[in-house]
């Protein structure tokens, strides 16, 4: 890992800097200002939403959610991409991630429905067959 940390520059003009807490910044590693502004509203640093967003692909999500209780609203992955200034490997390691966590999701929700189907065609089994058991 490399000890850079990403800035954001404030020439750019497509982002609303705000002069607040990283409110993203939950293990209190209190990253360099300038500090922006979210969609949701909350004020985050490049490193905190990059490490706020890498622990919710590590914990198996695909969709990324604001940390703040009481917010949780989703942020799309291209405002994630733009506001944590994912580098190229980390872009590569945030999509494929994603797109693992989700087709996981995809098949355990397929899973269940397939094994509540079974349940359901069992009990329809005639009852002799479960008394030869
Ligand atoms: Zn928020």
Redesign the pocket.
Known sequence: MSTMQKRYSLFDRTLRFVDRED?MDFLCEEFAPPRAE?S???AVTPMSLTNWCRRLLEEGKSKFV???PN???EWPYVEVRKMALLTPEEREYFESTMAQNAARDYFNSKTVSISLKMKYFSLLKPVSSNIVL
């Open positions: 409110e979210m949701c509203g909350h604001c940390g703040q917010c949780n609203k």
